[in-house]
């Protein structure tokens, strides 16, 4: 199993970006995907987590109300669309995957089995 997040960069304060997270040597339909992230000096984050096979999510206080997350079992890809942005989102952001069964809440507080390369997303005026 391998993931590889991309899509960060520098945005405004309000502003939006859309990340992705690829998936290669498995199928959507079988796991658990998760979105978190590291800030400077901060323990690592669960932000949000996708069951693809019924589409149930769960997010983190934090983002909630500003973030989705969305799976594309024909590319096998997951993303986080981010609005709203503030400066406190800044962070190197990962995915994460672990089969199924396992709880969102599980996911949330990183009980996941494989982890991609993160990508840094920067809130900024």
């Known amino acids: 199993v391998q993931l590889q997040a991309s899509g960060g960069g520098l945005v405004q304060p309000g502003g939006s970006l859309r990340l992705s997270c690829v998936g290669a040597?498995?199928?959507?339909?079988?796991?658990?995907l998760g979105w978190f992230r590291q800030a400077p000096g901060k323990e690592r984050e669960g932000i949000s987590c996708?069951?693809?096979?019924?589409?149930?999510?769960i997010y983190s206080d934090s983002v909630k109300g500003r973030f989705a997350i969305s799976g594309d079992g024909a590319k096998n890809t997951v993303y986080l669309q981010m609005n709203s942005l503030k400066p406190e989102d800044t962070a190197i952001y990962y995915c994460?995957?672990?089969?199924?069964?396992?709880?969102?809440?599980?996911?949330?507080?990183?009980?996941?089995?494989?982890w991609g390369g993160g990508t840094l997303v920067t809130v900024s005026s």
């Open positions: 040597g498995f199928t959507l339909d079988y796991y658990v």
């Open positions: 996708l069951r693809y096979s019924d589409g149930r999510t």
């Open positions: 994460a995957a672990i089969p199924r069964p396992h709880a969102l809440s599980k996911c949330l507080d990183g009980d996941m089995s494989y």
